[in-house]
């Protein structure tokens, strides 16, 4: 895991993604990164993962630690032609009270998809066009049950961000973040930025205007970035959790075309699936759905390990 992308779990999440990295300049990249961090204050790296592919590809790191205190995090992402997914967890059970130290114990999950064939089709000779492209983001966010003998509150926080370049356009792209909290006993109002304004659980996505050539190809790539947090103080006794979980896919849109555009003209991109601006994904590979299976089975053990 990269010093940058770790960086991201400590405020980034919280901002829309403002610049991202270059398309890759060949063909269709899918990348997949994720870690389980304790700081205290010193940042201490538990387990990470970090893998591109010109593929679907989807990793996934667990830690548990029993005792007085019971640490459980999960963090997975799938990066595939049918969308992104990612999904991150952090849950502390402390039994005892009067005891030094605390921290903050973060789960994070980043996917990334990047195609380099999007053709707007025109008429010959035709200048640049504007247009705007449509998505669908499903996934939800929960702050968990929280009890201190003493008082003092545990701190928990959930973010999501999405982001989308088009290499090209006017301007280096759009997005948003939507972001809950929860400290010293008070839920915050959700923090929420550009695209994700108002977001509601399941919600259609449309990007402010590009301005796009015609006839040539357009690099686009797309973003999905997920934490879960909680920020503790063993003096206290305490049940607190976190759960950030978009492993229901950010997609192109399937219900309207993806991109809004004039009579006269199209978009085709075989890396992702778009024929004659309609968006139709590949079915995932075993493994990909296995994946995402296998991740959200590991959180369900996780959460029975905790009532238990």
């Known amino acids: 895991m990269n010093n940058s992308r770790r960086g991201k779990v400590a405020a980034a999440w919280l901002v829309a993604l403002a610049a991202v990295a270059p398309a890759a300049t060949h ?16 940042l201490r790296l538990i387990d990470a993962y970090d893998v591109t592919s010109p593929v679907s590809v989807g990793r996934e790191v667990h830690h548990e630690a029993l ?25 502390i059970i402390h039994q005892v009270s009067g005891e030094s130290g605390g921290g903050a114990y973060t789960a994070h999950a980043f996917a990334m998809s990047s ?6 089709n025109g008429p010959i000779g035709a200048p640049p066009i504007d247009t705007s492209l449509n998505f669908h983001l499903s996934g939800q966010m929960s702050l968990g049950t929280y009890h201190a003998i003493f008082g003092s509150w545990p701190s928990v926080s959930a973010g999501v961000n999405f982001s989308v370049q088009v290499d090209g356009a006017s301007g280096s792209g759009d997005g948003g973040s939507y972001g809950l909290s929860y400290s010293n006993g008070i839920a915050s109002a959700p923090n929420a930025s550009g695209m994700l304004v108002g977001f509601n659980g399941s919600m259609d996505l449309k990007t402010r205007v590009f301005t796009l050539p015609v006839n040539v190809p357009i690099p686009i790539a797309l973003y999905l970035d997920t934490v879960a947090q909680v920020q503790v103080d063993f003096a206290d006794a305490f049940v607190t959790s976190a759960n950030t979980d978009f492993g229901s896919t950010l997609t192109f ?10 009579a006269g003209y199209t978009v085709n991109s075989v890396e992702a699936g778009i ?20 991740g959200l089975a590991g959180l369900s053990l996780l959460r029975a390990r905790a009532r238990a």
Request: no cysteine; glycine share 10%; hydrophobic share 45%.
């Open 27 to 42: 063909a269709a990249t899918f990348t997949v990164s994720g870690e389980i961090t304790f700081a205290d204050p010193g």
């Open 67 to 91: 005792g007085t205190r019971d640490f459980h995090a999960q963090a997975d992402s799938l990066a595939e032609q049918g969308g992104l997914h990612a999904h991150a967890y952090s849950q």
């Open 115 to 120: 195609f380099n064939d999007f053709v707007v």
């Open 253 to 262: 849109a399937t219900d309207r075309p993806v991109f809004d555009l004039p």
């Open 275 to 294: 024929v004659n601006n309609v968006f139709t994904p590949a079915v995932p590979e075993p493994g990909s759905a296995g994946l995402l299976a296998l």
